[in-house]
Every structure is written in C-alpha cells, then in structure tokens.
C-alpha cells in the first residue's frame, strides 16, 4: 500500500465512454425538483458550462486544469491479486494460482460539495438513468443505449457494458499525477465501492471515497502529461 498526502498528488476522475467525448457527469443544481440527481451534461468544454458539483470528467479529459478533485487530503493506493488454492490428489504442496488482479484506490477530501456522496447513494435523472426511471446510484459509469449515453445501473456484465467501438465503457478511469517525480498512474474500469463522512466541530468534515478495479492498470507514464486514455478490450476484462 502507498500513501500520498493531497499536496503530493493530483487526481483526475473521469468516465469510461468514448462515444461522446465532451459528455461528463454532475450533480443537478438549478432544477430545484430534481436538485441532488446525477445526470449526464453534454459539454464541459468551458469553464461556463461545467457543473458546479462535477464527478466524472469526459475520459479524455484528464490533465485539464479545472477537471481534477478539488480538495484533496490523502489518497491511499493499494495493488494486489486474488489467489486461489489449487492441489492434487497425492501432491503435499498446494500450489496457488492468480485469478484476477484487485486494484483500489482511497481518496480522502474536504466534503466542499455532494457529488461523490450522490453517486454512491443518490439517484439519477430519469431522462439519463439505464432503468428510465433513475432509482439506482451512480456506482458503474456509463452504458451506450439507443438514446445515447446513460448511467448505467449496475445490472449488466462488465464485458457487455460497450462502446459503440466495442470497448468496454463499464466504470471509471483514475487518473494519478504524483507531482514531484511526474509518474502518472492509471486505474481503468474501477466502480465506486464505498463512501463515508466525517464530521467534526474543530475542522472541516471529510469524505472518504474507494474505487476498486480488477483490470490490470497500464504501466506508468513519467512525463508528466501523458494520461493513459486506451479503452478497455473484452478480452482484458
């Protein structure tokens, strides 16, 4: 496990859909009957038109300033794989063979907005939910449907979660700038796990968010500006 304070570190967060790529996700503010929904924006382009409680960026977004989590603290970083038990008949050893790898990934931040707090327990605009009606959380990303882009509800397979190219759209890509050294490491086709708050009287109250992955994360980038985007295949999923 590795630990980074939030002056170490910037971290963007953004969906995994490349059919859209200006399409990003926040939370509603100015419709008062449906305040505190996720929903899908059509263009954050601009620094106008970009929601004032954003949580996903478009996926190829990341290294723009504006688009990254504010009010970082801490972020915790934790690589490993699952293993299962394998033995034969007459064999005294047991032998282990990897299943799948597990990546998460904490962060901890002032709790300056809503947005991540709706996306684990929230609802979704119904015009942008996958069930229509939007009675599910924000928790699996994106899914491509006929009426374009929608948060998806969790309910379909990872690898049938696709793009109209055929890659995988299912869940979020971290993007993590460690500024002193200029590696970026990057967690794709991670779903939001968990949320809790802190509150407190003396100090500001904080969240902490996880993500968790088990799609192998790409190998560091060193420069600085170069943000692993390629998609997720079916076949590494």
Wanted: net charge negative; with cysteine; charged share 20%.
């Amino acid at each position: 496990m590795a630990f980074y304070t939030g002056k170490e570190v910037k971290v963007w967060l953004t969906h995994e859909s490349t059919n859209s790529p200006e399409v990003a996700m926040g939370v509603i503010q100015a419709d008062s009957a449906d305040n505190s929904k996720m929903t899908v924006f059509a263009s954050v382009t601009s620094a106008a038109t970009r929601p004032d409680e954003m949580f996903a960026a478009p996926y190829d977004q990341a290294g723009t300033a504006g688009l990254n989590v504010t009010d970082l603290t801490g972020i915790d970083i934790s690589i490993g794989a699952v293993d299962e038990d394998i033995s034969y008949f007459q064999t005294a050893n047991i032998g282990k063979i990897e299943v799948k790898k597990e990546t998460s990934v904490t962060l901890t931040r002032k709790m300056s907005d809503k947005a991540f707090l709706v996306a684990y327990q929230g609802k979704v605009l119904a015009s942008d939910a996958q069930d229509d009606a939007g009675l599910h959380p924000s928790r699996w990303g994106l899914k491509k449907t006929s009426g374009g882009d929608e948060i998806a509800s969790g309910t379909t397979d990872p690898k049938n979660t696709t793009d109209s190219d055929g890659t995988i759209s299912y869940g979020y890509r971290l993007h993590i700038l460690l500024k002193t050294s200029g590696q970026i490491f990057t967690v794709p086709n991670c779903t939001l796990m968990s949320h809790a708050v802190t509150a407190s009287n003396d100090t500001a109250n904080e969240e902490t968010i996880e993500f968790m992955s088990t799609v192998k994360p790409p190998a560091f980038a060193t420069d600085g500006t170069t943000f692993n985007t390629t998609a997720t295949t079916a076949a590494n999923i």
